[in-house]
C-alpha cells in the first residue's frame, strides 16, 4: 500500500472550547484523551488541531476511504512495477531533505486510525471518522512515496492517547476552586466576563500606532458596570514597597530582562514541561488526578481550574522558564489545588457552611500564600511579579492604556511584557483611554504581605490542611476542622526549612518586621 508522507508547518492551537479534551498525565508516562465522546462527533479543524499542537512539525498520515479504493485498484493492477518503483520528488518540496522528516515505515492500522508522528511514532488516535479532510492552504505538502508493511506487534512508544480513564469527575470541586472572595456559588465568572474577544486585533493595532493608541476592548458577555466597579477600588497601601522591590532588583539585575534570564534560566520545551509537571505530581503523590493543559494564550503564567468536574492545570508555554516552573507547580498544585481538596471536607465547604462558621474571605490569603510558595527556594527571592501587578493596577487606577505603558516602562523594556501586564490592569473597560482598572492583581503583594507579618504566629501546616480559609480563622475553625486524610505538599513537611526560606524572602525583599507592623 502506499501513502504520502504529508508535512505539517502551520502552528495550530487548541480551540478554547475544547478545553476539556486536554492531555492527562499517568503513571503510564501517557497522554489521555477523553476517549468517551467519540471522536467523529469533531469537526476536521478540531480534528486537526488535535495532532497539531505541539510547538515543532509533524508527520500526519491520512487516509480516506477513496485512497484505500485507489491504491487497491493500482496495485490489483501493478503490484510489481509499484514495489519496484522509486518515489519521485515533489517539485514544490523545499524541505526533501530535512532530517526530521519520518523515514521509518509507519504501521498500518485498522480503516479510521489517524497517525501523528515526531522522528518517531509518537501519538496515534483511533476514531470513526473516515471521511476525508481537507486541509488549508496554510498547510503545505511535501514528501515522497511509502511503501507500508504490516502492522508489527511491537507497542508504540512514548506519549499516547489512550483510553486509560481521565481523573474522575467531581462537580463539587468547581466551589472549591472559586477564585471570587464571597465564595457565592453563582454561576457567572468574572474573570470570563473580562477577557477581551479582540485582544490581538487591538494589539496588532496598537503597536502599529507605536504605542499611541488606547485599545477598545470587547466582549462576549460584558461584566455589569456595578460589578466592575466592585472591582475597581485600589489601594496604595503597599506602592512604597512594591516599587522598593522593583527597584532592589534592577541595581542588583540591571533590567527586569537580566533579572529574568538569570533567575528564571531559558524557556522550556513542551517535551521538557512535561517531564517536569510528571516529576512533580509523583513527588506530590498526584499523579494522574489532574488533567494538564499546555498554551500559549493566557495572560497569566498558569491556572487551576474545574472543567467538567476535573481539575485542570493550564500553562502559559511562552513564560515556562527552567528555574520558575517548579514554583508555579507549589503555586497552583501545592497550594490551590491541595487547599481545594481539603476544602472538599471540611463543614465550609459550601457557601452556606461559609456564613454559618463566618468565615472571612479566602484572599487575599490564597494567593498570598500561593506567592510566596512560588519564589520559596529561589537564589534571588524577590517578590518582583506581585510587585509589578500591585503597582500597575494601581497607576491604571487614573492612567489611560497609553501612559501606563509608557510608565512601567521604568521597570520593564520588553513591549509585549508591558502590554500583558496593561492588559491585566485594564481588562473589563471597553474605553482604555479612559483611567480605571480590575483591581483584583493587587491581592498577591496584600496577602504575601500579611502572611510574613504574622509569619511567626500562623500554623502553615494548618493553613493548607483546612481548605479555603483565611490564616486569621485556622485558630479557631481547627478544632471544627475534619482532620482525616488531609493533604499537605511535601514542601511544609520540613517546618524549619520552611521557616528559613521565609526569613530570606523578607531579608532579600528588605522587609522588616517593623514596617509590616506598622502597615498592618
Known amino acids: 500500500m502506499m501513502l504520502e508522507s504529508i508535512r505539517v508547518t502551520e502552528k495550530l492551537h487548541w480551540p478554547e472550547q475544547e478545553l476539556a479534551k486536554k492531555s492527562i498525565l499517568n503513571a503510564e508516562d501517557s497522554l489521555v484523551l477523553d476517549s468517551k465522546r467519540s471522536l467523529s462527533h469533531l469537526s476536521s479543524g478540531v480534528l486537526k488541531d488535535i495532532f497539531t499542537t505541539g510547538t515543532s512539525s509533524y508527520n500526519v498520515l491520512l487516509q480516506s476511504k477513496e485512497e484505500r479504493k485507489h491504491h487497491a485498484q493500482k496495485q490489483s493492477s501493478s503490484t510489481n512495477s509499484k514495489r519496484c518503483r522509486k518515489p519521485s520528488k515533489c517539485p514544490s518540496s523545499s524541505h526533501s531533505r530535512d532530517p526530521c522528516r519520518t523515514k521509518t515505515p509507519v504501521p498500518v492500522a485498522s480503516s479510521g486510525t489517524w497517525y501523528c508522528l515526531e522522528r518517531q511514532p509518537a501519538v496515534f488516535v483511533t476514531s470513526s471518522v473516515s471521511s476525508p479532510v481537507n486541509f488549508t492552504?496554510?498547510?503545505?505538502?511535501?514528501?515522497?512515496?511509502?511503501?507500508?508493511?504490516?502492522?508489527?506487534?511491537?507497542?508504540?512508544?512514548?506519549?499516547?492517547?489512550?483510553?486509560?480513564?481521565?481523573?474522575?469527575?467531581?462537580?463539587?470541586?468547581?466551589?472549591?476552586?472559586?477564585?471570587?472572595?464571597?465564595?457565592s456559588g453563582k454561576r457567572f465568572c468574572i474573570l470570563t466576563a473580562i477577557k477581551p474577544t479582540n485582544l490581538e486585533k487591538e494589539k496588532l493595532r496598537f503597536f502599529k500606532s507605536d504605542y499611541t493608541y488606547n485599545p477598545q476592548f470587547e466582549y462576549a458577555n460584558p461584566a455589569l458596570p456595578s460589578v466592575l466597579a466592585k472591582h475597581s477600588n485600589v489601594s496604595d497601601r503597599f506602592l512604597k514597597q512594591s516599587i522598593r522591590i522593583m527597584e532592589l532588583a534592577l541595581q542588583k539585575y540591571g533590567s527586569y530582562e537580566k533579572f529574568e534570564q538569570a533567575t528564571g534560566g531559558s524557556l522550556m520545551s513542551r517535551p521538557r514541561i512535561w517531564s517536569h509537571v510528571r516529576k512533580y505530581m509523583t513527588k506530590e503523590g498526584c499523579l494522574g488526578e489532574i488533567v494538564v493543559h499546555l498554551t500559549e494564550d493566557l495572560l497569566s503564567r498558569a491556572s487551576m481550574t474545574v472543567v467538567n468536574g476535573c481539575p485542570t492545570l493550564t500553562i502559559n508555554m511562552a513564560t515556562a522558564r527552567e528555574h520558575w516552573l517548579e514554583g508555579m507547580l507549589r503555586h497552583e498544585i501545592g497550594t490551590h489545588y491541595f487547599r481545594g481538596i481539603n476544602n472538599l471536607q471540611q463543614p465550609w465547604n459550601s457557601w452556606t457552611g461559609r456564613r454559618k462558621?463566618?468565615?472571612?474571605?479566602?484572599?487575599?490569603?490564597?494567593?498570598?500564600?500561593?506567592?510566596?510558595?512560588?519564589?520559596l527556594f529561589r537564589k534571588d527571592p524577590f517578590l518582583w511579579r506581585a510587585a509589578l501587578l500591585y503597582y500597575t493596577v494601581y497607576q491604571a487606577s487614573h492612567m489611560s492604556f497609553c501612559d501606563l505603558f509608557r510608565d512601567i516602562g521604568r521597570f520593564v523594556k520588553d513591549p509585549n511584557t508591558r502590554w500583558d501586564y496593561c492588559v491585566r490592569a485594564k481588562r473589563g473597560w471597553t474605553d482604555t483611554s479612559q483611567p480605571g482598572c480590575f483591581s483584583k492583581d493587587q491581592v498577591y503583594l496584600d496577602g504575601i504581605l500579611q502572611i510574613l507579618r504574622h509569619r511567626e504566629s500562623i500554623d502553615f501546616h494548618l493553613l493548607t490542611a483546612l481548605g479555603k480559609v483565611?490564616?486569621?480563622d485556622v485558630d479557631r475553625l481547627k478544632e471544627l476542622a475534619v482532620t482525616g486524610n488531609m493533604r499537605v505538599p511535601h514542601f511544609l513537611q520540613d517546618h524549619e526549612r520552611y521557616m528559613e526560606h521565609l526569613e530570606k524572602i523578607m531579608e532579600v525583599n528588605e522587609l522588616t518586621d517593623r514596617e509590616l507592623r506598622a502597615l498592618i
Open 357 to 375: 462558621h463566618k468565615l472571612k474571605p479566602n484572599n487575599p490569603t490564597e494567593e498570598g500564600l500561593a506567592s510566596i510558595h512560588s519564589v
Open 137 to 183: 492552504c496554510d498547510i503545505s505538502v511535501t514528501g515522497n512515496g511509502i511503501v507500508l508493511p504490516p502492522k508489527p506487534k511491537s507497542k508504540i512508544k512514548r506519549c499516547h492517547f489512550s483510553t486509560l480513564p481521565k481523573p474522575r469527575q467531581q462537580p463539587q470541586l468547581s466551589r472549591s476552586f472559586e477564585k471570587a472572595d464571597d465564595f
Open 470 to 472: 483565611s490564616y486569621e
